[in-house]
T-cell receptor, first 110, second 114 residues
């Protein structure tokens, strides 16, 4: 248990669906992150929120839309995804130089 | 830009063997260095870290020393167990204003057999 909880753990969605991934941290951290982990590729940083403001967007397609309503919660809204978006999506939080990760959501786009 | 290079896997060892997983980095400034471990079906867990040159991070029998002169942070363990089978990620972090930006290697899968 790392103090970062992601739901759901698994998600299968069609290309026309809209779904959301949720991340919650109970560590009092001030920064939260979304990463994408695909097979045989390095982890890709998608978005960073610091003090609830988006401070980094690494050229992520607009079909991924993050939301950070408060310092404990982070969402990733998904719509009209492609099969190549199938991956493990990891949330992390940090305060200082140490990041803590959730268990991830395994997303399959069919 | 900053980058991390890890040895390709998988690394296959018998129980009680010595483990080394190589990691080198390229970075401007003075990053912190990390090893994360990912067990099957799980997220990443911080295994150990080092924040300045010559620091040695250690945890659960694993060690790594921050070598600035060779820009390396190799992971070692004297005697591996079957339960150590996982994917190991080397990473560096350069703090930006108020948040850290982790750069990961591609990961090295370790398989330990009884």
């Amino acid at each position: 248990e790392t103090g970062v909880t992601q739901t759901p753990r698994h998600l299968v969605m069609g290309m026309t669906n809209k779904k959301s991934l949720k991340c919650e941290q109970h560590l009092g951290h001030n920064a939260m992150y979304w990463y994408k982990q695909s097979a045989k590729k390095p982890l890709e940083l998608m978005f960073v929120y610091s003090l609830e403001e988006r401070v980094e967007n690494n050229s992520v397609p607009s079909r991924f839309s993050p939301e950070c309503p408060n310092s404990s919660h982070l969402f990733l809204h998904l719509h009209t995804l492609q099969p190549e978006d199938s991956a493990l999506y990891l949330c992390a939080s940090s305060q200082g130089r140490e990041a803590f990760f959730g268990q991830g959501t395994r997303l399959t786009v069919v | 830009g900053d980058s991390v290079t890890q040895m390709e896997g998988p690394v296959t060892l018998s129980e009680e063997a010595f483990l080394t997983i190589n990691c080198t980095y390229t970075a401007t400034g003075y990053p912190s260095l990390f090893w994360y471990v990912q067990y099957p079906g799980e997220g990443l867990q911080l295994l150990l870290k080092a924040t300045k040159a010559d620091d040695k991070g250690s945890n659960k029998g694993f060690e790594a020393t921050y070598r600035k002169e060779t820009t390396s942070f190799h992971l070692e363990k004297g005697s591996v167990q079957v339960s150590d089978s996982a994917v190991y990620f080397c990473a560096l972090s350069a703090m930006n204003t108020g948040f850290q930006k982790l750069v990961f290697g591609t990961g090295t899968r370790l398989l330990v057999s009884p």
